[in-house]
């Protein structure tokens, strides 16, 4: 067996492990691995520690001695089976019998997200107990898994965001294994799995990196402390310990796209960018597969999601899209506090979401007193990832509570209808097809001491934003607080919740066959909105002279709409009666020619 090309974790080779480390603050390191005596390793000038360990074989567990005595896991470990504080482990990643061999991804349009965690999705919180779910998520028309992230936390549970590990599966998932088996059993299903990956910053309990490297800069800051080293002294292998990272991820596992965490939060001054390097490589290994990359970005910058000539994304795929999710929930629920006062403009605020992406582009937001966005109308509608529910929204409240799902079933309705059938890519929360109301607060695990700072900073951190009591708040690190976050299974035949999953398959149903076919129709800058005796009409054109239009009643009262407004073929309405009349939370989407 030949060498790996990673520069960073063990490579297994026909006659033992090659152990490498970059600990550059270490003047020496030692090897220990469980049943040997420490071996001196051998450092260059780079900062690098290497030993090759004859005989060696995966499966043996081995940790770092640096020079002042303390002993660090593996930082590019793949495996730790006893927690953030113990040995690592060599796993062979390359023995894994994949059998969907020829699965090379789905193209971007087709793409519908189903967003969940993976030790609340399932009564065994793992990634096998995670396979009997699958064949339900393919009927309902998911065509996409997105994992929040899963890299090593410290304690028996977290949402990942504490991660500290980056290249080990949680070993409260399972092992490796397991999750190369669920990877390839959702292909087998004709599903991808993307990984939610955060390289903004790192947990803050059993990150042993900056005991041996320059992981962080005071150059920068950021909301956990100094920022990431990405362009000061030292800062070459760190920018590679974060791509190769990334690499490693859609490569070894075969996952089908990366969502990243916070990108406004990564701060670097270097001639080019960490980001345009990070999604430049990304493209350049994988040329001939359907790779996506998605960014969370406080920011609103739409460079980050400029198309070629051929429409194709030159660095990241699209962009979670929070302002057609606050201007949706504004209407829907009527709540106005917070940030969601900034988005109070009703129908014309929805309307500017759906048809332009962004609804701040360079204007001052109130709620945060500057500016906000850049312009966004010349993207297509694919930039742009929409959702009524997602892991923030939810449980960034003081009760973890699924505000949308307390909707009255019509705006309900109204609204999944609007945002699985509108161009933009459609994101799911787990059990939101089933209107689940099972809360998903923040929870994590860590020592006391830590447990008692996170409780503080949790309630300094999110409070005055909607949703957000700081009397009401549920313990973060309760056990109760995980308990209550797992995920209610509904049972088929369950007369209310099928009806809901019957509705949600419906219209991904009709979205696949009637709406997917036609977003490779439409240009960029495509769309167009208008207020019709406040009837809101979204219209994106075709090259083939067609418009797809949508006729949304986004109002508590009954609407009259003009003449010729819902002439052409129907693809889904609700609630608008054959003389035009939209009674309350009424819409239509139709396929109509070009006024």
Sequence with gaps: MALTSHLFGPSITDTGILFKIWAPLSPQVHLECEGLDPVLMEGDREGWHRVHLEGAKPGCRYRFRLADGLAVPDPASRYQPEDVHGPSEVVDLGRFDWKAEAW???????????????????????????????????????????????????????????????????????????????????????????????????????????????????????????????DDEGNHFVRQYLIENALYWLGDYRFDGLRFDAVHAIHDDSPVHFLDELAQRIRQAFPRRHVHLIVENERNDATLLERDVEGRPKTYTAQWNDDIHHALHALTTGETTGYFADYEGGASTLGKALAEGFVFQGEIMPHKGKRRGSPSAHLPPTAFISFIHNHDQIGNRARGDRIMADLEPQALRFAVALYLLAPQVPMLFMGEEWRSRRPFPYFSDFHAELNRQVKEGRKEELIGKPGFEAENMLDPTSDDTFNIGKLDWFTPGQSANEAWVSFYRDLLDRRLRLVVPLIGLMDAPAARFSLKNDVLVVSWPLHDGRDLRLVANPSEKERMVEEGVLRGSEIFSLSVDSNGRMRPWALSFRLVEQD
């Excluded at 599966?169 to 669920?182: A, H, N, Q, V």
């Excluded at 990877?183 to 059993?206: K, M, Q, T």
């Excluded at 962080?216 to 920022?227: I, Q, R």
């Design 104 to 230: 090379s991804g789905r193209p971007w349009e087709e793409t519908v997200i189903y967003e969940l965690h993976v030790g609340a999705f399932s009564e065994k919180g793992t990634f096998l107990g995670m396979l009997d779910k699958l064949d339900h998520l393919e009927s309902l028309g998911i065509t996409a898994i997105q994992l929040m992230p899963i890299n090593e936390f410290p304690g028996r549970w977290n949402w990942g965001y504490d991660g500290v590990l980056p290249y080990a599966p949680d070993c409260s998932y399972g092992r490796p294994e397991d999750l190369m088996r669920l990877i390839d059993e959702a292909h087998l299903r004709g599903i991808s799995v993307f990984l939610d990956v955060v390289y903004n910053h790192f947990g803050p309990d059993g990150n042993y990196l900056p005991a041996h490297a320059p992981l962080f800069t005071d150059k920068h800051s950021s909301p956990w402390g100094d920022g990431i080293n990405l």
